[in-house]
């Protein structure tokens, strides 16, 4: 059975900020109450040489034998490496997700190099965090840059 949120709504500005939503369907027995915090880049400054960097994350609860998979779209850029906010003009700024805290692996599908996340059953609510980086050395306009990603729950 696939469960699939709606969408996650990034958004950021030359301050660039990512916010995450999700919600929820019922089915039984399913993974439940998926909530999504977000990714909070905080203001780019594009003559820093260091990489801008966040977390979020996604939270549910997969009762019983359930065995969940998450998925992250690739969003408006179509690729999962380097993904891209874009601006009401032509800018274009270059993010990505992962899976692991030193951002080697890129949290996608399981398609163009990227990796699922293999979710965990529980009593109590699980969560996997999402890290998420801006890369550096970017030349754009102060303003607002937006993408959405759908979540996929997979179980």
Partial sequence: MTRRSPHWYLR???????????????AAPSCRNVTTTSVAFGTYNPVNGAPTDSTGSVSYFCPGALSPVISISAGSSGSFSP?????TTTDVLTYNLYLDAARTTVWGD??????????????NPATNTIYGRIFPGQSIAAGSYSDTLTVTINF
Avoid: E, K, L
């Avoid at 030359?14 to 939503?21: D, G, T």
């Avoid at 993904?83 to 601006?87: A, G, P």
């Avoid at 399981?110 to 009593?123: D, L, R």
């Fill in 110 to 123: 399981g398609t163009g190099g990227s990796a699922t996340v293999n979710g965990t059953v529980a009593t």
């Fill in 12 to 26: 950021g500005w030359a301050v660039a900020a990512v916010i995450v939503a999700a919600g929820a369907t019922r």
């Fill in 83 to 87: 993904r891209h906010m874009t601006s």
